[in-house]
């Protein structure tokens, strides 16, 4: 079972960025997921994760829905 989740800081406004990364995900590999979560979260987290696998992370690198959504694809 494929879980990905997209955690995200609610203080911070990072809604609508996780809303579309769901959506680039969704468009690209929903046919290969089982489950797509948002998860809130505070302190500036801004993190996807394929199962255990972090594939992006705020504090790690640049915000791109698409390259985001590439990471995912690539770690199913």
Not at 9 to 29: I, K, M, N, T, Y
Not at 34 to 42: F, H, P, Q, R
Request: a negative charge; aromatic letters at 6%.
């Amino acid at each position: 079972m494929t879980r990905v989740e997209i955690e995200y800081c609610v203080p911070c406004g990072f809604r609508e960025r996780a809303l579309d990364v769901q959506r680039a995900v969704l468009g690209a590999c929903e046919d290969e997921i089982d489950e797509l979560a948002l998860v809130m979260g505070e302190h500036g987290v801004f993190r996807v994760l394929v199962g255990e696998e972090v594939v992006f992370d705020k504090a790690e690198g640049e915000f791109d829905v698409d390259a985001i959504a590439r990471d995912v694809r690539a770690a199913i």
